[in-house]
């Protein structure tokens, strides 16, 4: 077993690589309005900042994930420090939209390396007793980093320009990038590499059509969206008959690992709407300065900082099934709140809304990770970590995707009627219902699965109870 000392360190390396992109990425929100008007681009081409960058993490994270496995998480977790503070550093040079982009997707393979290994690491270093916990407090550094991006970026917008979101993150990788050298366990490894270059590509094709399907309302875009189904199902063909496949159709067996799944991706695929339209209509409708929708955004991160190790601890004593349904009945309710929002500054109905999605995250993340984690073989973390990645990524993407595409769908047919505020905020609204009503779907798949759902230790014994 790995001594309190050890296993501590471990947390905390991989801590500061969950800080430094949590940080990243929620700068990057609310940079976003202000990125779009230096670069001259509308609100649909700067989404494709953060579209990309979670469509590469999205496409690369199964392949990392099994790569840890065979030639050690560690050694690829701490080569992704570097290679997100080298992308960082590109981003930060960005004079171009598209420029900006690339860089991004060369900072997205540093961080799938980190995403797909982290968690691995993290639930291998603790015993079962103490995975809950110690991923509750991975769950509110995720917090602290999305307490801190908002009203830290709101301030450096305001005060310099946006590239110096992107420096912040040179010295925390470095770094970070030291510590992983010195204080991360040395794997052992299989030292035979077993790649799937088909699937991975059928994947990353899947992927990128799915989300051009829904990034505009154009017909071709309909037509790639098909194309993206087709591509998805042929993969899955392709891998039931691959002799090492990206999928480990083992893992599915196991009802913890699959209904777990499922209720992340349809978590996660919800959380983006807000996040990225919000600062959006503050900054059109409400007019506010970048400093106090940073400081307005803070709340969901803050309630999420706290409520995590809470929920991870708690997890440990009466399991992940309970608390998941009440994460989807406060995320439902958050979503609710904010589809009420008018044309008018209400700032506690804007709070109300952000905590309850704050604390609805924060009580669903840890206890449903720690219930996957604990149900697989202790050497396919790796890969469960990647995997729980890709969804969550791959939710991220689609929801930003999805609520973009169905934002200026109903935005440009309601305009037409109505004056631009009103018809943006009725665009929004629905947004928001339709992700409530998303929520409500994981709430009955909670209450279903519940049963299905039981504490496990790594034991991996039960591959033959199919789903």
Not at 9 to 28: R, W
Not at 55 to 65: D, Q, Y
Not at 171 to 181: C, K, N, Q, S, V
Request: net charge positive.
């Amino acid at each position: 077993m790995v001594t309190l000392e050890a296993k501590w360190q471990v947390l905390i390396v991989i801590c500061i690589g969950i800080f430094m992109s949590t940080l990243d990425g929620s700068i990057l929100n609310i940079a976003n309005p202000t990125i779009a008007r230096s670069m001259s681009v509308s609100m649909q081409q700067v989404q494709w900042v953060v579209t990309a960058y979670m469509l590469v993490i999205t496409a690369t994270l199964l392949f990392f994930g099994k790569l840890g496995d065979q030639k050690g998480s560690s050694k690829i977790y701490t080569y992704g420090f570097l290679a997100f503070t080298i992308g960082s550093f590109f981003c930060s040079m960005a004079s171009t939209l598209q420029f900006l982009v690339a860089a991004r997707i060369f900072q997205a393979i540093g961080a799938s390396m980190m995403m797909a290994t982290g968690i691995g690491i993290v639930s291998n270093a603790f015993p079962a007793q103490e995975r809950g916990k110690a991923l509750g407090i991975t769950g509110s550094v995720v917090g602290i980093g999305n307490m801190a991006g908002p009203s830290l970026g709101g301030l450096l917008v305001a005060k310099f320009s946006w590239p110096v979101i992107f420096l912040l993150n040179i010295p925390i990788g470095l770094i970070g990038f030291i510590l992983a050298t010195r204080y991360l366990p040395v794997d052992s490894t299989s030292g035979q590499m077993q790649f799937d270059l088909q699937g991975n590509l059928l994947f990353a094709l899947a992927a990128t059509l799915l989300l051009l399907g829904l990034s505009q309302s154009t017909s071709i875009n309909y037509n790639l969206l098909f194309l993206g189904i087709i591509f998805f199902l042929l993969f899955l063909l392709v891998e039931r008959k691959h002799p090492y496949p990206l999928l480990d159709f083992h893992l599915f067996y196991i009802k913890n690992f699959t209904y777990g799944n499922i209720m992340a991706f349809l978590s996660y695929a919800t959380q983006t709407a807000a996040i990225f339209l919000l600062p959006f209509y503050m900054d059109r409708l409400l007019h506010l300065s970048p400093a106090t929708s940073g400081l307005i955004m803070t709340i969901t991160p803050v309630s999420m900082a706290l409520t995590a190790p809470l929920a991870g601890n708690l997890s440990d004593k009466i399991g992940a099934p309970r608390l998941t349904s009440v994460a989807f009945v406060l995320m439902s309710c958050g979503h609710i709140m904010l589809s009420t929002l008018s044309t008018n500054y209400d700032l506690p109905r804007i709070a109300l809304g952000l905590f309850l999605l704050g604390i609805g995250t924060g009580s669903f993340g840890s206890p449903n990770n720690s219930s996957i984690l604990g149900s697989i073989p202790k050497e396919k973390a790796g890969y469960a970590g990647g995997f729980i990645a890709t969804v969550r990524n791959f939710g991220f993407a689609l929801g930003i995707a999805a609520a973009v595409s169905t934002f200026t769908l109903l935005f440009n047919h309601k305009v037409q009627g109505l004056s631009y505020v009103l018809a943006y905020t009725g665009a929004s609204a629905w947004v928001y219902r339709i992700n409530a009503a998303v929520c409500l779907l994981g709430l009955l798949l909670s209450v279903i699965s519940s049963q299905y759902r039981r504490p496990m230790q790594n034991s991996g014994q039960n591959f033959d109870q199919p789903v």
